[in-house]
């Protein structure tokens, strides 16, 4: 079962990291007003980084390390969902995006993603 999670997070950052850069106008306005100014170096820095933490949890030399970097990474998200929190409502292409969902996202996916992350350590 560990290696069917593993394979599925590989997967989900492998996409996750590409997107920044098939669409990055969907991450972009996500950024908080200071750092717009970095977005789009951000934006570039943030698909490179999943990219390579997804390769890295390939390997078992590597693969506590993406872990780590997985989590960190989660944690340096955390400025983007309150900030769309604080934006209230607005839409994400044609997703429309609540103060709810991003509670949702910041208080159970967030943790959700980082326990996912640790379970697979030392597998």
Known sequence: MKLILLIVMVVFYLFAGSYH???PGFYTPLFPPYL??????LNILAGLA???????L????????????VIAI???FIPA???MIQLG????????????I???????????????AWSLKNI
């Open 50 to 56: 999943e990219i390579i933490l997804a390769i890295g």
């Open 102 to 116: 991003g509670w949702i996202r910041l208080l159970v996916l967030h943790p959700l993603l980082m326990a996912w």
């Open 58 to 69: 390939c390997f078992s030399a590597t693969r506590n390390w993406a872990i780590y970097g």
């Open 74 to 76: 989660l944690i340096a």
């Open 36 to 41: 717009a100014k970095w977005a789009p170096t």
């Open 21 to 23: 850069f098939i669409n």
């Open 89 to 100: 409502n607005f839409k994400i292409g044609s997703f429309q995006m609540t103060p709810m």
């Open 81 to 83: 969902h309150i900030y």
